[in-house]
Each structure stands twice: as C-alpha cells, then as structure tokens.
C-alpha cells in the first residue's frame, strides 16, 4: 500500500543533542512537508522541498534543517538550538502543483528530558 | 496576513444530535479550503477540499459548504466512531510552495 512512513512513532531526547525523524513516501509524490502540531495550535509549517535537492523553510524554521537526497526521502533533524522541541512532528507529501491536499504520515512525537 | 479560525474549540454531542463546526478564513485569494479528521496521536486524514462559494462535498454523515469567508462542517447524526478532531486548512492563491495554513481545530466528542 502506498503511504507516508514516519519514525520513530516516540522519542525521547536529552537537551543538547541532536535529533533526526525520518520520513519515507512511496507515493511518488514531487513535494514534502514538515510540520509541527502543538496541544491547542494550528499545524505550523518547519520545511518544505518541491523538488530533490531544493528546500526551502516554511514558518518556523529556526533550529531545524533538513535534507531532500532522494525523491522519496525528507528527513528533519532537530537541533539542539531548537529551544522548545517538545512537539508531535508530522510529515506530509502532495502530488504535485496543481494539486492542493496533503497526505500525512502517522508523526512522530518528540519530548525533551 | 493569512488566518485560519476554527470554533468551537471542543464539542460534546449526544450520539444522533446533529451540529455545525465553523472555520472563518482570511485570505488574499483562495485556491481551495481543506477539511481533515485526526484521531488521537495519529496524523491527519484528508475529508474534502472546497474551491468555491456555494460549493457542497458529502461524505457519510459529514457535509462541508463554502462562503467567501467561512466553511462549515455539519455532522448528521453523529456516531461514536465521529469523535475526533476536525481540522481546517486553507491554500491561498499565492502562498509559497503551495503551503497549507491550518486552523486550530475543534474537538468532538460524540457520547453514546
């Protein structure tokens, strides 16, 4: 079945170190998303790749990054300078620009010791 | 600047009592609203999209309407398996990279 595979479902982090949750699409999708969902909060947008090897940042950029290596492939590492990553992280994909619905994956959820 | 509001934050229902979830929206153009249910701890599941004013989708007990500047969601008759949160999202007709804006969402609890 094609979908959106997210990993690890939880985490759990130390203050200080880095963190990377992985996202896999067999959609063949052309654009990913990364977003952030806390209690109360509209989803905000981390990053975004339209393309392979292009990304750009959405909203809320400060203290992560990303790479688009591969077509099928986004992972988000959260870094240490993310002051408050406490956060249940989802991943999404899109067919293509004239297409407007994203697609999630099941997220993953981050807490910070 | 491009906004989503969601109401009512949380909604207690009785199983068979119908109600409407509201979803006001500004924005420089629309290029289509989007309705998603998410069950707890899991990702958002896509309903309907809406490109136009007085447009209508179904699906089950749920319909969705459009205005220029809201959507509602109307839940008939709401079963158990109903409760969740709905989600909200709007695609402005120039936003960068085709980017979704959501709304906070509402939850539903619909009581056997």
């Known amino acids: 079945d094609g979908g959106i595979t997210q990993s690890p479902k939880y985490l759990f982090r130390k203050e200080g170190q880095n963190v990377t949750l992985s996202c896999e699409q067999n959609?063949?999708?052309?654009?990913m998303y990364w977003y952030r969902q806390d209690p109360g909060q509209g989803l905000r947008l981390i990053y975004y790749?339209?393309?392979?090897?292009?990304?750009q940042k959405g909203d809320i950029a400060e203290g992560y990054s990303v790479s688009r290596e591969k077509k099928e492939s986004f992972p988000l590492t959260v870094t240490s300078a993310q002051k408050n990553p406490t956060a249940f992280y989802l991943c999404a994909s899109r067919q293509g620009p004239s297409t407007g619905e994203l697609f999630f994956g099941e997220g993953s959820r981050l807490t910070v010791l | 600047e491009d906004q989503v509001t969601q109401s009512p934050e949380a909604l207690r229902l009785q199983e068979g009592e119908s109600s409407s979830l509201n979803c006001s929206y500004t924005v420089s153009g629309l290029r289509g609203l989007f309705w998603y249910r998410q069950d707890p701890g899991k990702g958002p599941e896509f309903l309907f999209t809406l490109y136009s004013a007085g447009e209508e989708k179904e699906k089950e007990r749920l319909k969705a309407t459009l205005t220029k500047k809201e959507s509602f969601l109307h839940i008939t008759a709401p079963k158990p398996e109903d409760s969740a949160t709905y989600l909200c999202a709007v695609r402005p007709l120039k936003a960068a990279g085709n980017k979704l804006t959501f709304g906070g969402g509402t939850r539903v609890l619909v009581k056997p």
């Open positions: 790749s339209q393309i392979v090897n292009d990304f």
């Open positions: 959609l063949n999708h052309d654009a």
